[in-house]
C-alpha cells in the first residue's frame, strides 16, 4: 500500500535533515541558540502580566496570529524534539511563563524576540523561531545616501546583493572584526578594500555594539557578529552602505559600498533559503583547493565532486577541503562528500532521533573512483554544523586532518517548519555524536593543529592555515 | 497506492494460498474469531483480486510529493511490468533525484546520498516487495509467518507480517470496506532502520483494481504526502529502462 512513499524515506527522510548554523527559515537567524555550556537568558523588556494571556495588541497587522503560532511552536518542540523530557526542562512551566509576554508583546519584533528566549530555555543550538513583522537585529540596511531603512517584508528576498567582503572577528585576544575576503571585482574590490582590514562600523552602526541580549560561548558572540556584519551588508541590488574601516595606525574613513548582485540564482531548500552557493576551486602546485559556502546537494555537492574528480585525475599530491565560514546546510550532502574521499564503508556519526537511531555512514559507489590521497580540512570560528559533522568524521576516520580554528560546535540536525500566520520554526530533531561518542554541540572540532588568523597576516596576503595545510601535505610527500 | 498495493497483494496471496483458506470461509467467520487469511481473502477481494492485473502487461503511476510544513514538493513515478521489472524515480527540485529499479532480476538503488548500488539483504528484499508485480512470488519467498496483532483503531483489523530479513510490518484493514488503510514498519537503508506508519485513503477504481490515491507516511517530524496523478496500464516499455545505469566510473 505505502510503498512509494516509504521507498522514500531512505534519502529523503535525512535529506530533509537541516545542520546549518545560522540558516534557518526565510530571514536571517540571529539569535543562535545558547548552547549547553548554561548561558541564561536575559529578562524581558517589559513586565509580564500575571493574569491571563492578554489580548494582542491591536496595532500589529499581525497579532492576531500569535496564538496560533505560539501554541504551534511550543508543540511542535513539545512532540517532536528528539529528547521526549527536553533536558529536564519543565516545558509546561515555560510555556505558563512566556505565553502572556508572548501574546501581550507591543509589536511583532518583541514577540519573536520572546519567543526565541522560551527556545533558548533549552540551551541548544538550531532552535529558531521568526515570521511576518519580525526584525533582525539590525534590520535589512537598505540605507540610500539619503537614509532610511526598507521594512524587512517590502524586501524581496531574491533580490539581494552584497558589496562582496565578509567580515569576521579574529586574532588575539577579543579579536577584531575584520575583512577576512574580498570577491574578486566586487564592489568592494574596486573601491581597494583588502583582506585584513579592520572595520568598526556598518551601515552608521559600530559593530562594538552588536552584542546578543543571550548570554553566548565566546566563539558564538563572534560569529553572531559575523552574521549581523553579513546581514548588514546584505540589501538591495544597487543599494549602498557605509563601511567604516580603521587602518593600522588607527586612522579611520568610511567607504561607500554598491551591494552587487550575486554571481548566480539564489535557491531555496524548502523553507531554507534564498541561499547563494558558491563553489571556487584552484590547484597551488600540486595541490588541488576546492572550497564552497553551503552543504547542498543541488548545486554544491556535483561541483565540488567533479573538481575532486578533476584533482584526482591530475594525480594532485594533496586535497585541501576549506571549510572555514561554511555553516552547513542539509545534513545528508557529508555522506556523498565523504564518498569522495575514501574506498571503504566510514562511519561519520550517530544520529539519535526521538525514536530511533542512524547511523550516517558513506559507502562505496558504483560510479564513483574516490580520491585517496592526503586531505585536509581548514575550519574556523564559523565552520558549524553538517561541516563540523563532516570534519569531525573524516578526522575520526583518520583520513583527514584539521587544520584552522576549534569549530563552532552548533551541530544538531534540525528541521524548519512552516507554522501558523506564516511563522517558520527551526527544532532540533536529533542529536549527533561523532563515531568515537563525542557531541561536538558546544564543544565544536578541535583541529589537529591550530593555526590563528590575524589581520595583519590577512594584510600583508597571507593565509596562514592554507599555508599550514599545504606545508603538511607538502611533507607528507615527502616521506 | 497501487505500487504498494500490488505489493501488499502479492502478500495475501501468499499467506492465502498457504493456508488454503476460501473466501466463503472468510465470509463467514464471526468477527471476533476471524483469522489472517480471512482478513486478507477480504482485502484481495475488496481490492479487486487478481484477474485485472492478469490482462495487462505494465502499469505506470505518477505522483506528485509533498513534505507536510517543511516547504518541499516534487514528483515520482513508478513503473512494473508483468515481467518483473521495475522502476521508480523520485524528483525534489534542488535537492536530489533519484531512481531504484529492477531488472527482474537484481534490484539496484541511485540517490547522491547512498549512491548507485546493488541493493542487499533487508534493503532488497524490501525493494523486492514494492517493485514485484503483484509482488506474490517475491513475497511467498519472504514472508516467514503472520498474526493477528491489535488494532490501534476500533474500526480496523490488523496482521502483522514476518519477513526473513526486514523487520516485521503491521498492516491494517478497514473492517466495513476491507481495504488496507495502514501500514507501520521499518524502511532498512545503510543508515539503519527508520520507523514510518501509512495512512492511505481516496481508494479509487482504476481498471478495475482499487487503488488509494493518497498516501501520507509519516517517519519522525516530518510526513510525506503521495498523490498519485494518474495511473495508465500497459504502457510501452523497454528492457534499458530497468537495466543499473551505466556505471561509468570516474
Known sequence: MSRISRSLLAPYGLLLLVAAAGCAGKTPNTTPGATAAGPTVQPPSFEPSTGPAPKPESRSPYASSRPAIFDAAWTAIRDKHYDPKLGGVDWVAVRKRYEPMAIGAPDEPTFYRVMNDMLGELKQSHLFITGPGDESELGPQTEEQSGGTVPQTAIDLNTLGDPGIIVRVIGTGNGAATITFVRPNSSAAKAGLRAGTVVTHIGGRPLASLKSRRAMRPVEERFHLRRLASQALTGPVGSQVTVKISDSNGTSKDVLLRRDAPAEQPIRVGNLGPLYPEVSSRQVGDIGIVAFNYFLLEPVLKKVAASIDQFRSRKVKGLVIDLRGNPGGVAAMAIPLVRQLVKERTPLGTLQHRDHQNVLVAEPSLDITPYLGPVVILTDEGTASTSEIFAAGLQAAGRALVVGQVTLGQALPSVIESLPGGAVLQYVVADFKTPKGVALEGRGVIPDRLVLETPSALAAGQDPVLEAALTIIRSKGKK | ?250
Open chain 2, 1 to 250: 497506492m497501487l505500487r504498494a498495493r500490488s505489493a501488499f497483494l502479492g502478500t495475501a496471496l501468499c499467506l492465502f494460498a498457504t493456508s488454503r483458506v476460501s473466501y466463503a470461509a472468510a465470509d463467514a467467520a464471526p468477527e471476533a474469531e476471524r483469522t489472517v487469511d480471512q482478513i486478507l481473502a477480504d482485502f484481495i477481494k475488496a481490492s479487486g483480486g487478481v484477474a485485472p492485473w492478469k490482462k495487462h502487461r505494465s502499469l505506470a503511476v505518477t505522483m506528485t510529493i509533498s513534505v507536510r510544513g517543511l516547504g518541499l514538493n516534487g514528483t515520482a513515478t513508478a513503473l512494473w511490468t508483468a515481467k518483473g521489472q521495475y522502476l521508480e524515480t523520485g524528483d525534489l527540485p534542488n535537492m536530489l533525484s533519484m531512481k531504484r529499479g529492477s531488472d527482474g532480476k537484481r534490484y539496484w538503488s541511485q540517490d547522491p546520498i547512498d549512491g548507485l548500488r546493488w541493493l542487499q539483504g533487508a534493503e532488497a528484499e524490501q525493494a523486492e516487495i514494492v517493485g514485484a508485480w503483484m509482488g506474490y512470488l517475491q513475497l511467498s519467498a519472504h514472508s516467514s509467518g503472520s498474526k493477528i496483532v491489535p488494532a490501534p483503531a476500533a474500526k480496523l483489523e490488523c496482521i502483522e507480517v514476518a519477513y526473513k530479513q526486514s523487520t516485521a510490518t503491521m498492516y491494517c484493514f478497514d473492517k466495513a470496506t476491507h481495504l488496507m488503510t495502514l501500514e507501520q514498519g521499518k524502511k532498512a537503508s545503510p543508515q539503519g532502520d527508520t520507523p514510518y506508519i501509512t495512512r492511505a485513503s481516496d481508494y479509487r477504481d482504476t481498471g478495475g483494481v482499487m487503488m488509494p490515491f493518497v498516501q501520507e507516511t509519516t517517519a519522525g517530524p516530518a510526513t510525506f504526502v503521495v498523490t498519485v496523478q494518474k495511473a495508465e496500464w500497459d504502457v510501452p516499455t523497454s528492457a534499458s529502462q530497468f537495466a543499473l545505469p551505466k556505471v561509468g566510473k570516474k
